[in-house]
């Protein structure tokens, strides 16, 4: 397996010629996002000002400005929607380039043996199986797919992004949905080299970092009860909640603990495992 400083030649000898390459097309992507948006918003503001018109009584002007106002609507309108379709596919193209040269590349090179498939993700089963997150989804979606294995242990990860709905009805009977994020980050699926019979769940613990000790006594989980760990910095960043309070110390050996720690330190996201 590569080792950083390897990666880090990569980056230099062919990953930074190839991202600033396609800086040009980020760049037109950009530009006519905002085009599109521009000639859309601007119908609007043009009635607005038309508006401005009226109320200061310019009527002769405004007959004047009749004949054509329509016209320019549609054009301004058109040419809006023309810059964000146009967008569009170039959005997709620009997404595309980036994962078979960069992304897939630098996969590549920590590992040949892995597999990359930028649009694919964790199955669904593979995170209801997890149990981490019992919220009912309503929209699952996913990619950049990575399968491999770390010495002996076989994983899988993508970017995950589940949702659910809500629907609300205002007091003149209009529905309005709302999504609501369940998950949204990195997922792993690993193997873990070790015979285990229970569960054991491992959040961020927010309760103690709020309220102190107090919050220690507050803290329970359908997910089992609350684990004592003798690690003092990994109780103020997680809580453990297991069916069997063994098993969970057999798990979280003191080495596992401080390596949860420091992935902790280097990233500043929430984790659960």
């Known amino acids: 397996m590569i080792q950083r400083e390897q990666l880090a030649d990569l980056y230099e000898n062919e990953i930074r010629n190839r991202l600033t390459g396609l ?33 200061e009584g310019n009527f002769l002007f405004m007959a004047d400005l009749m004949g054509w106002i329509p016209y320019l609507f549609i054009g301004l309108v058109l040419a809006g929607i023309v810059f964000l379709i146009l967008n569009y596919s170039q959005k997709r193209a620009y997404r595309r380039r980036y994962k078979e040269e960069v992304v897939s590349e630098i996969v590549k090179a920590i590992d040949p043996e892995w597999r990359y498939s930028a649009d694919d993700c964790i199955s669904s089963l593979e995170y209801a199986q997890s149990g981490l997150f019992r919220k009912s989804y309503d929209r699952y979606r996913g990619d950049d797919l990575i399968c491999g294995q770390i010495e002996k242990t076989d994983f899988r990860c993508s970017e995950l992004h589940t949702e659910y709905k809500t629907v609300t009805t205002d007091k003149d009977g209009k529905r309005k949905e709302t999504w609501h994020t369940i998950f949204r980050g990195l997922f792993f699926h690993a193997d873990f080299n070790k015979n285990i019979h229970a569960q054991t769940f491992i959040e961020p613990d927010t309760s103690e970092r709020l309220l102190g000790k107090f919050g220690q006594k507050l803290q329970f989980s359908s997910k089992g009860k609350l684990v004592k760990l003798e690690n003092p910095e990994f109780e103020k960043i997680f809580a453990v909640f297991s069916t069997d309070q063994t098993e969970a110390r057999y798990i979280l050996t003191p080495a596992i603990m401080e390596a949860l720690v420091n992935i902790y330190r280097q990233y500043k996201r929430k984790m659960y495992l």
């Open 23 to 55: 800086e040009g097309l980020r760049k037109k992507v950009a530009l006519r996002q905002i085009a599109g948006v521009v000639f859309l918003a601007l119908p609007i503001l043009v009635f607005l000002g038309l508006s401005g018109l009226v109320d």
